[in-house]
C-alpha cells in the first residue's frame, strides 16, 4: 500500500508531498463547465480584466480537489474506507492558471472508532502553496481509516 495505515500517523507529523502540479487553463475551463458553474469569473477573460485579479480565477473546487488528491499517495491511497468531511475549507490567495501547486499534510490527531474495530480516524490539514510560496487552499478533513490487518 502505498497509504498508511491509522496506526502509522503520528499526531504532529508534517508530511510534504512528492507530487506538484501546474494549474493549467484547460483544467479550469473543463472543471467549471462540467460543474455547471456559469460564473464569469472562472470563464470570461473580458470580465476578469475589470476586476481586481485582471484575470480568471481557477475553480476553488478544483482547487480543492487538486490538493486532497495530491495528498493522496502519502496518506490514504489504498488505506482509506471513506473521507467523514471537511471542517474547515480556506483560500487565502488565488489560484491562477500557470500556477504550480505543492501540497504538505499536518496530522492533527487520530483516535480509534467507537463503533469500527479494525478503523480509526486521522484529521488531516492539508495546506497547499503556489510556486511564490503563498497558501492558497488550508483545509481540513476526516478520514475513517483501515488499521493494519492482524
Known sequence: MA?????????????????RRTVTETDNVMFTTMTMNPAAVHLDHAYCEETEFGQPLVNSLFTLGLVVGISVHE????????????TEV??????FHGDTI????????KRESK????????????RAYNQRDE????????????KRPA
Open 3 to 19: 497509504g498508511r495505515w491509522y496506526e502509522e500517523f503520528t499526531e504532529g507529523e508534517v508530511i510534504p508531498h512528492a507530487i
Open 75 to 86: 496518506t490514504t491511497l489504498g488505506t482509506t474506507v471513506g473521507n467523514l468531511g471537511f
Open 90 to 95: 480556506l483560500f487565502p490567495k488565488p489560484v
Open 102 to 109: 505543492r501540497v504538505e499534510t499536518e496530522v492533527k490527531g
Open 115 to 126: 463503533s469500527r474495530p479494525t478503523q480509526g480516524i486521522v484529521t488531516l490539514t492539508h
Open 135 to 146: 497558501l492558497v487552499c488550508d483545509c481540513t478533513r476526516g478520514a475513517l481509516m483501515m
